[in-house]
């Protein structure tokens, strides 16, 4: 993959929505990891939206149990595991 987006912060909500479109645009190969605070992002629609173009988006479970409100979730649920399977294939990471 060639770019990775780790959000882990709530504060992301207003800069991951442009920079996804960006990266759409330019038509890289990306992915994202959601953890911590950064989970309760996918409650927003747009976002949630946008993580469809991703190569892979993942956030883990714990951090949905405790940030979910009780959603369903709408990506794949991993652990810290696949987060650095990701990195490990990823040539660039832009940590929110």
């Known amino acids: 993959?060639?770019?990775m987006y780790v959000?882990?912060?709530?504060?992301?909500?207003?800069?991951?929505?442009?920079?996804?479109?960006?990266t759409r645009r330019r038509?890289?190969?990306?992915?994202?990891f959601f953890t911590g605070?950064?989970?309760?992002?996918?409650?927003d629609a747009?976002?949630?939206?946008?993580?469809?173009?991703a190569a892979r988006a993942?956030?883990?479970?714990?951090s949905w149990q405790?940030?979910?409100?009780?959603?369903s979730c709408p990506i794949e649920l991993g652990s810290q595991t696949d987060h650095?399977?990701?990195i490990a294939r990823t040539y660039k990471v832009i940590s929110l």
């Open 46 to 53: 747009e976002c949630a939206a946008l993580l469809s173009g």
């Open 7 to 22: 959000v882990s912060s709530r504060d992301a909500r207003a800069l991951l929505p442009p920079l996804l479109r960006a």
């Open 66 to 71: 405790r940030h979910g409100d009780g959603e």
């Open 1 to 3: 993959m060639e770019l």
């Open 84 to 86: 650095s399977a990701m």
């Open 37 to 43: 605070e950064g989970a309760a992002i996918l409650g």
């Open 58 to 62: 993942v956030v883990c479970e714990h």
């Open 27 to 32: 038509g890289i190969e990306w992915g994202a």
